[in-house]
């Protein structure tokens, strides 16, 4: 009888094995939902760490130091203006200005430049003269080459005197100031391209290209930095619809470049601009500017250069732009000019005015990589005294001594912890290239005196404990910077 309850069994395991054999369909995976962000600048943007910053802060001071020095107060304006105040005013550039979204009624647009926006402050001000500069970041929708210093947020210093003065003598000063500035951040040989917008547009008027292509054809030549004078050409007649005879006419022009004085000479010598009031005027104009670039002593910086033309439409009368004469890594580092029509565009007044722009951000480049190459030690802080503790439980003695430092001007830090080791503690002093620790011990303590330590010579010595901040001030005079 266990036979018959065997079969039953195992037949009954068999359909099991049969139903199991049957393939269950696949269990979906839930994917997970990731809440993470992408974590980056947007393009043409940066972030900058302590030891950039330390660069930069460095360049800017003494870049201020050069304004000040001649005078310039310093203004600010919003980063953003209404839309209308910024048309018209870029040429083909204005293709690149970031516009915003309608926030309530009013069109507004990032600043492309400092030199618009203090055109509208002075009109709407009723402002008649004033040096002025001003730091400030703006924004480009250009296509961004990190590595040569071309951002879409980016710094610009400006410099500029508005208001009525004597031919050419603000010109002048501008003119020694970049030669200052550029002399100042020590990045390399430069030379300061010169030309005159009335010039150029009188080798127009020679060459016979028609008034209204003056801009257009201004934009093609500003562009020879960069290309050869065959696509300049090529753009000019196929896109810009010029003659080609007359194309040909302005190369002959814009391919002279010399020293101020010999190209001057020569233009009138050849009698190439004989006949054009408004060239005879821009030269005579220039040979007054040459002038007095010989008794400030910067005639040597300058390049009198025909192919120069500056492509916003706002320039009036001299232009020019710095480049470095060692390298071609970037472009240039400075430019500017006279701009005697802008003001006027806004307020019922005109005020001339001329000025210049750093390219700080192409400076910062260089130097970077400059302080790279030659793994320069830079100082992140400003801090001049370290104080340290040799025992435990001296927290508040270490407290009381920083803030009577603080109290006396001196910059002064000290590790947070309550009993901290020595060596952390004098390691992170020479980590930072502090100067100056001040040592405090239970000897210390009892004979009211402190040890001070000068990190440059490792000498030591012990000073009295009362009115200690008067001598670290002597002791901080004689270290080295």
């Known amino acids: 009888m266990s036979e018959p309850v065997v079969d039953n069994v195992t037949d009954k395991v068999e359909k099991m094995e049969v139903k199991d054999k049957t393939p269950a369909p696949p269990k979906e995976k839930k994917e997970k939902k990731s809440n993470k962000v992408q974590l980056k600048t947007p393009k043409g943007t ?18 201020k130091q050069v304004f000040k020095r001649h005078g310039a107060v310093t203004i600010e304006t919003p980063v953003f203006e209404l839309k209308e105040t910024l048309t018209g005013k870029y040429g083909e550039d204005s293709k690149l200005i970031y516009d915003l979204q309608d926030q309530g009624g009013e069109i507004c647009s990032l600043r492309y430049d400092l030199t618009v926006p203090f055109a509208r402050y002075v009109a709407m001000n009723g402002v008649l003269n004033i040096k002025r500069y001003h730091i400030a970041r703006v924004y480009r929708r250009d296509n961004p080459i990190m590595t040569k210093g071309r951002f879409r947020e980016f710094y610009q210093c400006d410099f500029d005197i508005a208001g009525t003065y004597d031919l050419m003598v603000p010109d002048a000063e501008c003119l020694v100031m970049i030669c200052e500035i550029l002399e100042q951040v020590k990045v390399g040989d430069f030379q300061i391209k010169l030309n005159h917008r009335k010039l150029l547009d009188a080798i127009f008027a020679i060459c016979g290209v028609p008034a209204d292509k003056f ?19 090529k ?247």
Request: hydrophobic letters at 40%.
């Open 235 to 481: 753009e000019m007649v196929e896109v810009k619809a010029l003659d080609g005879a007359v194309a040909d006419k302005i190369e002959k022009f814009v391919s002279l470049k010399d020293e101020p004085i010999k190209l001057l000479q020569h233009l009138r010598t050849t009698g190439m601009c004989d006949g054009n009031k408004d060239a005879t005027e821009a030269l005579s104009q220039l040979e007054t500017l040459f002038g007095y670039l010989e008794c400030f002593g910067v005639t040597q910086h300058i390049l009198f250069d025909l192919s120069l033309a500056r492509g916003l439409d706002y320039y009036t009368g001299i232009i020019y732009e710095a480049v470095l004469t060692g390298q071609d890594r970037v472009g240039s580092i400075a430019a500017g000019g006279r701009y005697d029509g802008l003001v006027g565009m806004y307020g019922k007044k005109d005020v001339p005015a001329v000025g210049f722009s750093i390219g700080i951000e192409r400076i910062f480049t260089i130097l970077e990589d400059e302080y790279k190459k030659e793994n320069k030690k830079i100082r992140e802080n400003a801090t001049q005294v370290f104080v340290v503790q040799m025992e435990k439980d001296l927290i508040k003695e270490r407290l009381a001594i920083v803030s009577e430092l603080w109290k006396a001007g001196i910059n002064a830090e000290f590790s947070y912890k309550v009993n901290p080791k020595l060596p952390a503690q004098l390691n992170t002093a020479d980590e930072s290239n502090i100067p100056l620790i001040i040592i405090i011990g239970k000897s210390e303590v009892e004979t009211n005196s402190l040890s001070v330590k000068t990190m440059h010579d490792r000498k030591q010595v012990s000073i009295e404990r009362s009115n200690f901040t008067v001598k670290i001030k002597e002791i901080l005079s004689t270290i080295p910077k």
């Open 46 to 63: 940066q972030d900058y760490n302590p030891r950039q910053m330390t660069i930069r802060e460095q360049v800017f001071d003494g870049i």
């Open 215 to 233: 801009r257009a054809i201004c934009s093609a030549v500003d562009k020879l930095d960069k290309s050869p004078w065959e696509e300049v050409r």
